[in-house]
T-cell receptor, first 114, second 117 residues
Framework: GENVEQHPSTLSVQEGDSAVIKCTYSDSASNYFPWYKQELGKGPQLIID?????GEKKDQRIAVTLNKTAKHFSLHITETQPEDSAVYFC?????????????FGQGTELSVKP | EAEVAQSPRYKITEKSQAVAFWCDPISGHATLYWYRQILGQGPELLVQ????????DSQLPKDRFSAERLKGVDSTLKIQPAELGDSAMYLC???????????????FGQGTRLTVV
């Protein structure tokens, strides 16, 4: 089945710097890749997603890139702010073999220091 | 803004007791998921419903866990008997389309934090 690896597990940056989180997936049939932000004690919140028919998507300070050949995708956060501190999860979803279920990475705890 | 509702938010139970969680998905969402998230890890799927039917329960420990979505709307996840290793966050998520449509977002509720003592 699908496996998603996420790195790094922890990331500390200074306010204003950029943060990059990387994920790789195993199932070439996967075609939808969302990113979720989870604050302490809360459920995951979708922040951006990308479909396999595009290579990059941007929403203000957040961008996601996808390399289907290499089967990896990345989250880029620019001009980080303290409120960006949270755990970020990547996920992948396929079509036929997985029934639409999301397979999550292990998470990255991002800390933005003022 | 529509949300996935879950209750209770927190639950403490003794091992060997029964416990139940409730989820009300976003109106009109045919697909409902129950995920379990152990502290420090990503969510893992327990069961997926399409309307009232189970489409994936391969990771559900069926000797102690059960899930139902009788009218294809809200859902209940039950554990009986609870074990210490069941301590985790139980997340419910919903998605508008069914298994054949892949490009729709899944929205999560706030979760139920279960502690088994």
């Amino acid at each position: 089945g699908e496996n998603v690896e996420q790195h790094p597990s922890t990331l500390s940056v200074q306010e204003g710097d950029s943060a990059v989180i990387k994920c790789t997936y195993s199932d070439s049939a996967s075609n939808y890749f969302p990113w979720y932000k989870q604050e302490l004690g809360k459920g995951p919140q979708l922040i951006i997603d990308i479909r396999s028919n595009v290579g990059e998507k941007k929403d203000q300070r957040i961008a996601v890139t996808l390399n289907k050949t290499a089967k990896h995708f990345s989250l880029h956060i620019t001009e980080t702010q303290p409120e960006d501190s949270a755990v970020y999860f990547c996920a992948a979803r396929g079509i036929y073999n997985q029934g639409g279920k999301l397979i999550f990475g292990q998470g990255t705890e991002l800390s933005v220091k003022p | 803004e529509a949300e996935v509702a879950q209750s209770p938010r927190y639950k403490i139970t003794e091992k060997s007791q029964a416990v139940a969680f409730w989820c009300d998905p976003i109106s009109g969402h045919a697909t409902l998921y129950w995920y379990r998230q152990i502290l420090g890890q990503g969510p893992e799927l327990l069961v997926q419903f399409q309307d009232e039917s189970v489409v994936d329960d391969s990771q559900l420990p069926k000797d102690r866990f059960s899930a139902e979505r009788l009218k294809g709307v809200d859902s209940t996840l039950k554990i009986q008997p609870a074990e210490l290793g069941d301590s985790a966050m139980y997340l419910c998520a919903s998605r508008r389309s069914g298994t054949g449509a892949v490009n729709t977002e899944a929205f999560f509720g706030q979760g139920t934090r279960l502690t088994v003592v």
